[in-house]
């Protein structure tokens, strides 16, 4: 089952302009991880916060979390039509030994030039 | 290349024949993981290996399907009698099963993945 959520599942903007994608789920995590995937592609990883972190920077990402509401949200500052893609937010369940993950649906981002 | 490399990317097969799919996971990682994902969707775990022992399956994995990954290193899906249930695409990860101080940590390198399309 897909524990996690992502919001909005699409989400069209212009080059230039800030992208947020917000990430819900429903169980204690050890860590929640942020993909994308180019269309047929497979997922590339874009960054990691763990449970006890509730904000961390890449480059032009920013990503919160916020354990006590399940959520967590994932900010591209800058867009442009590169990042075009589906962006998914993956949890590490707490309780698990083994560390596989459970995706959302994804948000469909579209960066017009 | 030293990512994750899965073969073949594509796969046509009637319906009833049996397709296997490899996964070269990063050098050394010793964890390696499958995904199952349809259009539209996230991907949905299948199966777990830490070296060369599988420790989890999902209930998707049917018994039609089977994996392996002797000696720890590539891992192979199999999948007996395919449906047209079972086009999907087929991801594998790999990972090292980092634990930090604040716990696991651990990041998943994806393949490219095997697009699968039963007729």
């Known amino acids: 089952s897909q524990q996690g959520e992502e919001d909005p599942q699409a989400l069209s903007i212009q080059e230039g302009e800030n992208a947020t994608m917000n990430c819900s789920y429903k169980?204690?995590?050890?860590?929640l991880q942020w993909y994308r995937q180019n269309s047929g592609r497979g997922l590339v990883h874009l960054i990691l916060?763990?449970?006890?972190?509730r904000e961390k920077h890449s480059g032009r990402l920013r990503v919160t979390l916020d354990t006590s509401k399940k959520s967590s949200s994932l900010l591209i500052t800058a867009s442009r039509a590169a990042d075009t893609a589906s962006y998914f937010c993956?949890?590490?369940?707490?309780?698990?030994?083994?560390?596989?993950?459970?995706f959302g649906r994804g948000t469909q981002l579209t960066v017009w030039p | 290349d030293t990512g994750v490399s899965q073969d073949p990317r594509h796969k046509i097969t009637k319906r009833g024949q049996n397709v296997t799919f490899r996964c070269d996971p990063i050098?050394?990682?010793?964890?390696l993981y499958w995904y199952r994902q349809t259009l539209g969707q996230g991907p949905e775990f299948l199966t777990y290996?830490?070296?060369?022992?599988?420790?989890?399956k999902s209930r998707l994995l049917s018994d039609r399907f089977s994996a392996e990954r002797p000696k720890g290193s590539f891992s192979t899906l199999e999948i007996q009698r395919t449906e047209q249930g079972d086009s999907a695409m087929y991801l594998c990860?790999?990972?090292?099963?980092?634990?930090?101080?604040?716990?696991?940590?651990?990041?998943?390198?994806f393949g490219p993945g095997t697009r699968l399309l039963v007729l």
């Open positions: 990860a790999s990972s090292s099963g980092y634990l930090g101080t604040g716990g696991r940590q651990e990041t998943q390198y």
């Open positions: 169980t204690s995590i050890n860590n």
């Open positions: 916060i763990r449970s006890n972190e």
């Open positions: 993956a949890t590490d369940v707490s309780g698990s030994t083994l560390g596989r993950l459970y």
């Open positions: 050098s050394e990682h010793n964890r």
């Open positions: 290996f830490q070296n060369e022992a599988q420790l989890e």
